[in-house]
């Protein structure tokens, strides 16, 4: 039927020729084919020719409505008889226009829809961007030169989507654009012109608008558009995004609920609530819900609820959290009696086992689709849990972040320090007072130190590094010979020259840290924009770089041996930290100490422990020997985990054990400029350099390293200073867990350090519980 007699259509008439011309060129080439519809296909040329007869193909504006038949043609050459024209959306327009001249009843219904609607937006789908009439045009004009003059297939189909709202509900509608029958006259600028960088669609489309303004053009032809209703695909994708979103708030929250019950199918008569589930101290947190308390504030209002009995439920809900979607005889919900919830659906999200959040339908009215409900929130399962968690992690971060603000991350055995820092400070600030950091330290404080290292994290890395340059110099190697045998490029005999220099200075361990800079700039920069720049205009070479190119994600084979290794350091530290917090968790019940672990190439630990850090339970040296004991046995496992897990791990690293021994108790203090705690005095400073050198630490007279896989070492002063140590091994030793030998070594000296000397003992084939 014909959709728009009017004779002012929208479409740019100084650039858009509605015309028959490509569609009877498709024809002549359809003929030319033996087929069964040979017959039918000369008969429709004949009657073009005939509406025709000067061979002027083209249509003015005002004449579009008197020629019904030719359109009907179209449609009958291109779709079944038997198709239902009321459920098949079809149109035809001018060229890039959606002005529409003929169509189905079905498409003239659709767009009579849209022209009824207050508010329509035409999106560019893949950008998410609101386009003019004008950019419309622009946007499908270009992307058709693209595909059509330069043969580009970088680029996907473009996407027109319409939002229509209605009764305020949102309805997408995607236009689906055929343009087979369109042709393009002009002179068009070589593509070779195009930069290097400009291999981004965007940027080739902003080219082509300022090398090739469309007034210098002429579009012939019409194009075939369909509409389809992408509503239930479009609010899918955007629940989706806003439950991975970060920034949870308020208005996320409500958009997102208003686009599940719309995925539902729901009427006004159900309420929807996304709720994280926080416990802290074994109560449950309802601060949490603070940035959208206004959406649960109206539900509750709605049905007559109180808050403490909505939060009674959950407590009692979170305890055995199962789904539920009908009224439990056995439990009231808010004293049903009491308000205007017929019943609810609730559904529990978990994470590693633990309740994080639950989905909860409240509704006034029997009869609940139950079975999509379900669907619909099991197809959502890992989406929500991500919304739950980014909540949760948000919450806890601000929690965390406030408590740094002004102290550190603090730790129950120095808790009372702070707070009494606290308590003074605000003491000070009533009183109108000089506001000064109230000084927070430790005295008299026996350090324990320990350091698992990885066997030569280095020289590994490099290792793992100069493997994968190695790949990916040959595959480029491959590749560009390949190109070679195509392409008369002079540029690409000169890069695989020098990509066999590089293999020849990595081969011969000639490489220095410029030489590892340059390599990266070659195979990053240099060798990628060649290869680009040769791809943007040819899908041969295209194709035959893809292999290449894929390798470059980094799942690729290129990064493979550094990827493993850092996989192999990950394991590791997560085995380190699983025994280290054990061993903190343990011995924090026999006395309060303050712990402090950080991450290098492995893990390094810290135990300050002392009479000033707890001042109202006696210390002696009973708990400074079972934590040195406890700390022995912690080496001893992690050694043995580590090296147990070796045949699993992607790269074989075995790790180091060392220990120094203090002579001397130190004070240590709080930074408030840092955040945190470091060492106080001169001397106590000494304490800090030691540790940082003696992982270098080698054997004196021998270039051996002091640090030994399967060996434990302790470096010390005195002899006396490691009499409990001593007595630990002997104990491990009876056990057969440590040989039975010791090693007395003494240690080179190093800068700013003399005089140190060191035990090591060997570790046996058992480990300690």
């Not at 040329?45 to 179209?74: M, R, T």
């Not at 205007?340 to 086992?353: C, H, R, T």
């Not at 320990?450 to 020289?459: E, L, V």
């Not at 045998?485 to 361990?509: C, S, T, W």
Request: hydrophobic share 40%.
């Amino acid at each position: 039927m014909i959709l728009n007699t009017s004779k002012n259509n929208t479409f740019h008439e100084s650039v858009v020729e509605f015309s028959f011309k490509p569609f009877l060129n498709y024809l002549k080439g359809s003929i030319s084919q033996d087929g069964v519809l040979k017959k039918v296909i000369k008969s429709s040329i004949e009657k073009l020719n005939k509406h025709f007869p000067d061979s002027n193909y083209s249509i003015k504006p005002e004449d579009l409505p008197q020629y019904e038949d030719l359109y009907a043609l179209v449609y009958q050459l291109m779709n079944s008889a038997l198709v239902d024209e009321t459920s098949f959306s079809w149109g035809i327009s001018a060229p890039f226009s959606y002005d529409f001249i003929f169509g189905t009843s079905l498409i003239s219904k659709q767009l009579k829809e849209i022209q009824s609607s207050k508010q329509v937006n035409i999106i560019y789908w893949e950008d998410h961007k609101i386009l003019s009439e004008k950019e419309v045009f622009e946007t499908l004009a270009y992307n058709f030169i693209v595909k059509r003059i330069y043969d580009i297939h970088l680029f996907n189909e473009m996407e027109l989507v319409i939002c229509v709202n209605k009764n305020g509900t949102d309805r997408y509608l995607e236009f689906i654009i055929n343009d087979d029958f369109v042709e393009v006259e002009g002179v068009f600028p070589d593509i070779k012109k195009i930069k290097s960088e400009m291999i981004s669609k965007q940027s080739v489309l902003e080219f082509l608008k300022k090398q090739l303004p469309l007034e210098k053009l002429k579009f012939k032809g019409f194009s075939i558009i369909r509409i389809e209703d992408v509503t239930y695909k479009v609010t899918k994708e955007k629940l989706h995004n806003l439950f991975i979103s970060q920034d949870i708030e308020n208005k996320v929250l409500l958009q997102a609920t208003e686009s599940m019950k719309s995925l539902i199918g729901t009427g006004g008569d159900m309420d929807l609530l996304f709720l994280p589930i926080l416990e802290i101290d074994g109560k449950l947190n309802t601060d949490i819900w603070r940035d959208f308390d206004s959406v649960l504030s109206h539900i509750l209002t709605k049905y007559s609820a109180s808050f403490s009995d909505f939060t009674s439920f959950l407590e009692r809900h979170i305890k055995n959290p199962e789904i539920r979607y009908h009224k439990n005889e056995n439990e009231t919900w808010y004293s049903f009696e009491n308000t205007s919830i017929s019943g609810l659906f609730s559904f529990p999200i978990f994470f590693q086992e633990k309740i994080i959040g639950l989905s909860i339908i409240l509704y006034e009215n029997e009869g609940l689709k139950t079975d999509l409900i379900l669907s619909r929130f099991k197809e959502f399962m890992f989406p929500l849990q991500n919304l739950f968690i980014s909540i949760i992690n948000k919450y806890l971060g601000e929690l965390n972040h406030t408590i740094k603000n002004h102290f550190t991350a603090i730790q129950p055995s120095v808790e009372w320090k702070f707070n009494n820092a606290g308590i003074s400070y605000l003491r000070n600030e009533k009183n109108g007072e000089r506001l000064l950091p109230v000084p927070i330290h430790f005295d008299g404080i026996h350090p324990i130190y320990g350091a698992i290292d990885f066997r030569n994290s280095t020289i590994e890395r490099n290792k793992a590094l100069t493997e994968d340059y190695t790949t990916q110099l040959n595959a480029l190697i491959h590749t560009l010979n390949a190109l070679k045998q195509i392409r008369n490029v002079d540029l690409l005999g000169e890069m695989i020259y020098q990509a066999e220099v590089f293999i020849k200075r990595i081969e011969n361990n000639n490489l220095s840290i410029n030489d590892d800079a340059e390599i990266t700039y070659f195979l990053t920069v240099e060798s990628l924009d060649l290869i680009m720049q040769l791809g943007i205009q040819d899908v041969e070479i295209q194709n035959l770089t893809a292999p290449y190119l894929k390798e470059l994600a980094e799942d690729g084979v290129f990064h493979k041996q550094s990827a493993a290794l850092e996989e192999t350091f990950l394991i590791l530290n997560t085995h380190i930290i699983s025994v280290l917090d054990k061993m903190n968790e343990e011995l924090q019940d026999s006395y309060p100490y303050y712990f402090d672990r950080y991450r290098t190439d492995g893990v390094e630990f810290n135990i300050y422990i002392g009479q000033s850090i707890a001042p109202d339970k006696p210390f002696n040296d009973v708990y400074l020997k079972n934590v040195r004991l406890r700390q022995l046995i912690s080496m001893v496992n992690i050694a043995i985990i580590t090296e147990s897990c070796q045949n699993l791990l992607p790269k074989k690293i075995q790790t180091t054990q060392l220990i120094f021994v203090q002579p001397n108790t130190i004070t240590i203090s709080f930074r408030h400029d840092e955040k945190r705690f470091d060492v106080e005095g001169a001397y106590n400073i000494r304490y800090e350099i030691i540790k940082k050198r003696i992982d270098k630490a080698v054997i004196k007279n021998s270039d051996e390293r002091l640090t030994q896989p399967r060996k434990i070492a302790i470096v010390y002063y005195n002899k006396k200073d490691i009499e409990d140590y001593l007595k630990h091994i002997e104990y491990l030793q009876e056990n057969k867990i440590l040989e039975p030998s010791i090693e007395d070594l003494d240690l080179e000296d190093m800068q700013g350090v003399s005089g140190l000397k060191a035990i090591r003992v060997t570790i046996q084939d058992a480990s300690v519980k």
